[in-house]
């Protein structure tokens, strides 16, 4: 089977350490926040100068001088940092954030990453992904292996404009765990119940695919 | 003797001298924290052909986005847009020019234009449109591309206190791009919610200092909020 959104956020949440400080994307990387294990201590950085994103404020808390990069309504944490746009970007670029877990279009065996732009569609601008990827060391993309057609996000070279050049690592999918190196994907693990021939089949770009493929645990 | 005071008793004041085809630098990030005074003032005055540099454009009735029901606005240069009908109408239709410029470049623009740096280098975009046609470096083994900086005729911004002095403070995360706009105009209008006198705020929490500041003056604000997220 594949992954629900929530155990797609359950497997990007083991790759969390203790002392993390994180940027989540929108979408599903958001949900990462809710699976954080309790015996861990972990911060998360809104990019619009929020480090320390507590959880959705109730009716009575609810302050419009207090949003996420969403634009949602947030709350502080305790321990929590606010500081201007540019304070906010350099600790992006300057590679200070341990993870960063965002959504993409596709991306491919150079470690590519297309996530902002649909050329055809209403070009809405990348917000801060450009630099969350262009400054992280340590990414995760979250996606779904293949488009609504059954077109596959994994490819050898990306079709639409990119986000980032070389710079993406690992990809948790709704059917597998895959990591980038030497220009190939590497097939880790499968979503439980899902063959390899079927993550074979869904996987556009060259993928090497080790003899025993483990199922992720939960 | 005006000495340092930076008050002006109304927006007329605040805006006098904006021109057609003048760049605007504007504070802000979606609808938080926003100047909707100094907003409100551009539409009265009917100004065109304006250059707005702000992270988004309000959204349809509210924030920037008023400025496009005159077509006021010809370029926006911005990190995310088109949240407003408005906005995509004019796109789609080639009334409305958008530059979109990665949000922490566009932080860096703004700091660096106002700290007399006219450009840097950033990976940020390397190897996408973004950096198409721009001069790229490397350093350490690494690809850069190099990014001009923004100054504004006008920049316009929202603190929440401030001393007549200039000196403001922002409120949480209705900071964000604010204390970098404020940097980066020729003249620097700051609207805020309580004007107090020098000595009042403590040096140490002031986040711009009054130097930047040429217009202080007292706002009301209605603070719409774009996602109201609640929690049971």
């Known amino acids: 089977m594949a992954l629900t959104r929530e155990q797609l956020a359950m497997r990007v949440a083991q790759e969390l350490q203790d002392g993390y400080y994180v940027n989540l994307g929108i979408g599903i990387p958001t949900l990462v926040a809710n699976y954080v294990p309790d015996d861990m201590e972990v911060m998360l950085q809104s990019e619009n100068g929020l480090l320390g994103m507590g959880p959705f404020p109730t009716e009575d808390e609810v302050d419009a001088d207090m949003i996420n990069a969403g634009k949602q309504t947030v709350t502080a944490s305790t321990g929590a940092s606010i500081f201007s746009s540019a304070e906010s970007f350099a600790m992006i670029r300057g590679g200070h954030v341990d993870l960063t877990v965002l959504g993409a279009f596709e991306v491919d065996t150079s470690g590519n990453i297309a996530s902002w732009m649909i050329p055809g569609k209403l070009i809405k601008g990348m917000g801060g992904a450009m630099d969350l990827v262009a400054g992280a060391d340590n990414i995760i993309v979250t996606m779904t292996h293949a488009d609504k057609h059954g077109k596959s996000k994994l490819l050898d070279q990306c079709t639409l404009p990119l986000t980032g050049a070389g710079c993406i690592k690992k990809i948790v999918t709704d059917l597998a765990y895959l990591e980038i190196e030497d220009g190939q994907f590497i097939l880790k693990e499968r979503a439980p119940g899902v063959s390899v021939e079927e993550i074979v089949s869904k996987t556009g770009g060259k993928m090497l695919v080790p003899d025993k493929v483990p199922e992720m645990e939960f | ?232």
């Open chain 2, 1 to 232: 003797m005006a000495g340092f005071n930076k008050i002006v008793a109304s927006y007329e004041a605040a805006m006098a001298g904006l021109e057609d085809g003048m760049t605007v630098i504007a504070g802000g990030f979606g609808l938080c924290g926003i100047p909707e005074g100094c907003i409100a003032q551009i539409k009265k005055m009917g100004s065109k052909e304006l250059t707005i540099v702000s992270n988004n454009c309000g959204i349809d009735g509210f924030g920037l986005g008023i400025l496009l029901e005159d077509q006021q606005i010809k370029k926006m240069v911005s990190s995310y847009v088109g949240e407003n009908k408005l906005f995509e109408d004019q796109l789609l239709a080639g009334e409305l020019e958008v530059e979109l410029t990665p949000q922490g470049t566009l932080a860096e623009k703004m700091r660096a234009g106002g700290a007399g740096i006219p450009a840097f280098y950033t990976a940020t975009g390397y190897g996408t449109p973004v950096g198409d046609g721009k001069e790229t470096r490397e350093f350490a083994g690494r690809q850069y591309i190099m990014e001009e900086s923004i100054t504004g005729d006008f920049a316009i911004v929202k603190g929440w206190k401030a001393d007549t002095y200039g000196n403001v403070i922002y409120r949480h995360t209705a900071q964000n791009f604010n204390p970098l706009a404020a940097t980066a105009g020729k003249i620097t209008v700051v609207e805020v919610e309580e004007i107090v006198e020098p000595g009042e705020l403590d040096p140490t929490h002031i986040h711009t200092p009054g130097i930047y500041v040429d217009r202080l003056i007292l706002g009301s604000f209605e603070k719409r909020i774009e996602q109201r997220t609640v929690r049971a």
